[in-house]
């Protein structure tokens, strides 16, 4: 069975540098993957129109996550709640998002409508 991260599609704004992600026992969000929660398959599963409604969530392994993470040097998270480690965190582009959708556990019931940089204001764009 593989974990997975739940991504905000819903919390993620078009002027955030980086993806928003859900914080471990769906409390909380984060950008940084060293601070997000991890759930495992069965979970996602068993909730799976909460965690991969495709409208405010998409549910991918964390394999796929991690492989497209970058690290960022910890001053960009300055003030933030600490965490071991250089921050690895998903870049909010049309190109990360294509990459997350197209890896969701299954496809979700409801159009992925992702704000990233370079979208206009207001509007998502269509992966």
């Not at 965690?51 to 549910?59: E, L, P, Q, R």
């Not at 870049?91 to 959708?101: A, P, V």
Request: proline share 9%; glycine share 8%.
């Amino acid at each position: 069975m593989s974990d997975f991260y739940i991504i905000s599609v819903k919390h993620t704004r078009r002027d955030q540098r980086y993806i928003t992600i859900w914080g471990p026992g769906d409390c909380g969000y984060k950008q940084r993957l060293n601070t997000a929660g991890r759930y495992d398959e069965r979970t996602v599963r068993a909730k799976l129109g909460y965690y991969n409604s495709g409208s405010s969530t998409i549910a991918v392994p964390s394999d796929v996550v991690e492989r497209l993470a970058v690290t960022v040097p910890p001053s960009e998270f300055a003030g933030a709640d600490p965490a071991p480690g250089l921050p690895s965190v998903l870049l909010n582009t049309r190109d990360t998002w294509s990459t997350l959708i197209l890896n969701a556990i299954e496809p979700p019931p409801y159009k992925v409508d992702p704000h990233y940089q370079g979208t206009a204001a207001g509007k998502g764009a269509a992966c």
